[in-house]
C-alpha cells in the first residue's frame, strides 16, 4: 500500500525541463524552501525507478524507495546547476549510493564502505563473464578485469558468501525440509554401525562362557582384570575356583 | 636401531594394561593357585583363548587371514583390552 501511494506521489509530478531545473536550484541557492522541495518531488520517479533495480535483493521495496528518496535528497542539496548537466545525470549516483549502501549495509556480514563497492563490482563482472562465456571467471580473471590485486579479490570472494538461516526451508516458502534438516549429526551413533557392535558383543559374550577356567583366569590377569572391579562380572563365567 | 617408545609393529608385543601381567608373573600367579604351570603354558592358554574369541570374528569379517593369525596379532589383543576393559559394555 505504501509503496503504491508512493508511485502516486510520484507520478502526480510532471518532469522538469533543463531550464526549470536551473531555475529552482537558483531559487534553492537563495534559501527558497518551497524550490528544494519542487526539485525532490519532481525526481521522485527517478528515485523509485533506481530502488526498483535492487528488488531482487531481499529488501522490502518500501525500504529501497525510503533509501532512494533520502539519497535523491541528498543530491539535491549537492547540485551545481553551474556544471551545465542535468539534475537527473547527478543524482542517479546518489540515489544509487545510497540504496546500495543500504542493501549491502544489511547483510549480516559487515564490510567497509569500499569493500562493498567491489563486491559489488565483482558480482557484476561474474554475472556478465557467466552470460558471455557460461563458465564463472576465476579470481585472477577477475582482478585482471578489475585491475585490482588478486589478493584482494580472493580475500572478498571469501567473505562475501551469503549467510543462510538454518530454520528457513529449501528452495523457497514451499520447501517442507529446512537447511539445518540436511547438516549431519555427528554425535549420532549410526545404526548399522550399533548393530555391528551390538553382534560383536553377544559374539564375545558367547566365546567368553565357552572358555576353560584355566583360560579365562590367564586372559583376565593379562588383561588386568581383576575380581576387584566391577567389570569382572562381565566375565559370564566366573566360576573359576583357583585350583585344579 | 632404537625406535620411539611406543612404537608397535604388525609382529611386535600386544600393550598390557597397568594391572595387567607378563606370563612369568601369570605362571606364578597359578602355580601359587595349584595349577603348576611355566611361562610358555600360561602364553599358550593366553593365545587359545584369543584364538577363540578371534574365530568368531575372522567368520564375521572376512580379511582372509585365520583365527591363528589374528590371535596373535598385537592390534586385535589390544582391541580385546578395550572391549573386555571397558565398563560401559553390555558383555
Do not use: C
Not at chain 1, 537563495?30 to 525532490?40: H, M, N, P, Y
Not at chain 1, 521495496?61 to 535528497?73: C, K, P
Not at chain 1, 539445518?180 to 554401525?193: F, H, N, R, V, Y
Request: no cysteine.
Amino acid at each position: 500500500m505504501q509503496q503504491f501511494k508512493s508511485y502516486q506521489q510520484a507520478t502526480k509530478h510532471k518532469l522538469l525541463t533543463k531550464e526549470e531545473e536551473v531555475d529552482l536550484a537558483q531559487k534553492m541557492e537563495k534559501g527558497d524552501k518551497w524550490a528544494r522541495e519542487k526539485l525532490i518531488t519532481s525526481n521522485l520517479r527517478l528515485a523509485i525507478s533506481e530502488a526498483n533495480k535492487f528488488r531482487n535483493s531481499n529488501v522490502p521495496m518500501e525500504d529501497l524507495i525510503q533509501e532512494s528518496h533520502i539519497g535523491l535528497i541528498r543530491a539535491v542539496d549537492r547540485f551545481d546547476w553551474r556544471r551545465g548537466f542535468r539534475f537527473s545525470t547527478y543524482a542517479v549516483w546518489w540515489i544509487k549510493q545510497s540504496v546500495r549502501r543500504y542493501v549491502n549495509g544489511s547483510s549480516h556480514v559487515k564490510f567497509p564502505s569500499g569493500s562493498r563497492n567491489l563486491i559489488w563490482k565483482i558480482n557484476n563482472v561474474r554475472r556478465e563473464y557467466e552470460k558471455e562465456f557460461s563458465v564463472y571467471p576465476t579470481n585472477e580473471e577477475i582482478a585482471e578485469i578489475l585491475g585490482e590485486p588478486v589478493n584482494t579479490v580472493a580475500n572478498l570472494r571469501s567473505g562475501m558468501q551469503w549467510p543462510i538461516n538454518l530454520d528457513s526451508p529449501i528452495g523457497g516458502e514451499d520447501g517442507s525440509r529446512t537447511f539445518g534438516e540436511t547438516i549431519e549429526d555427528t554425535d549420532a551413533k549410526d545404526p548399522s554401525e550399533a548393530l555391528d557392535q551390538q553382534k560383536l558383543l553377544s559374539l564375545i559374550h558367547g566365546v567368553l562362557e565357552n572358555l576353560s577356567p584355566q583360560e579365562e583366569r590367564v586372559l583376565r590377569l593379562r588383561f588386568g582384570i581383576t575380581e576387584k572391579e566391577n567389570n569382572i562380572q562381565n566375565f559370564p563365567s566366573n566360576q573359576y575356583k583357583g585350583v585344579r | 636401531m632404537s625406535m620411539p617408545k611406543g612404537t608397535k609393529f604388525k609382529s611386535g608385543y600386544a600393550t598390557v594394561t597397568d594391572q595387567g601381567l607378563g606370563y612369568r608373573e601369570i605362571a606364578e600367579v597359578l602355580t601359587a593357585e595349584g595349577y603348576k604351570m611355566n611361562h610358555a603354558t600360561a602364553r599358550n592358554y593366553f593365545l587359545r583363548a584369543m584364538e577363540k574369541l578371534a574365530s568368531p570374528m575372522v567368520k564375521l569379517v572376512n580379511t582372509g587371514r585365520t583365527a591363528e593369525d589374528l590371535a596373535a596379532d598385537p592390534q586385535f589383543q589390544d582391541a580385546m583390552i578395550q572391549i573386555l576393559s571397558s565398563k560401559k559394555r553390555d558383555v
